[in-house]
């Protein structure tokens, strides 16, 4: 079983968990995965390729707002996902959660499942949240993942994710109440 830890200020990332989180990331961006971030180059990448974005996740980090939970064997990273409370006043009640990652060889140890069950209590307990979103690119089987986990699919944007000409992916739109 993974131990957890939750930040919920910048300054709480330290250089190097700065460094695994990018390594992480950089490791799930090359072998497939679907949280590319914008200003990234094609993969495969490398951990300095997704430090800003690391950096832009610290910085938004918040106690109310924002909070960024990781999973840990052994003291090692393994995994790692954001939560955030939507901004606008008609949607407060509901968070989103992004950047579900895991270290791309410790899948299928249930970690991803673990951190999913862990933000359940977070966004509800510590964030008083009612509802909780995502996003999830299809073709990638991310949808039963989530299903597994309790999520239900409330609808698809068609086509909307290009990764290469001819090569269109649905998002898939997925909440759970909580």
């Known amino acids: ?18 460094r695994d989180l990018a390594a992480c990331w950089a490791g799930v961006v090359n072998a497939g995965g679907a949280v590319i971030p914008p200003d990234c180059p094609p993969p495969p990448v490398a951990p300095a390729d997704v430090g800003a974005a690391v950096n832009r996740i610290a910085d938004s980090l918040a106690s109310d707002h924002g909070r960024l939970l990781t999973a840990s064997l052994d003291g090692v990273l393994a995994g790692w996902l954001v939560v955030r409370r939507e901004a606008h006043p008609l949607e407060a009640h ?27 209590h ?57």
């Open 1 to 18: 079983m993974p131990t957890f830890s939750q930040f919920i200020r910048s300054s709480d990332l330290t250089g190097p968990l700065r």
């Open 94 to 120: 509901c968070g989103m959660v992004n950047h579900v990652q895991t270290q791309v060889h410790l899948r299928s140890l249930g970690i991803g499942a673990a951190l999913m069950h862990r933000v359940h």
């Open 122 to 178: 977070i966004a509800r307990e510590e964030m008083g949240l009612e509802r909780l979103k995502l996003t999830a690119r299809a073709g990638l089987g991310l949808e039963h993942f989530y299903r597994k986990a309790g999520w239900t699919e409330v609808g698809r944007w068609p086509g909307v994710l290009r990764l290469a000409p001819g090569d269109d992916r649905d998002e898939i739109l997925m909440s759970i109440a909580l």
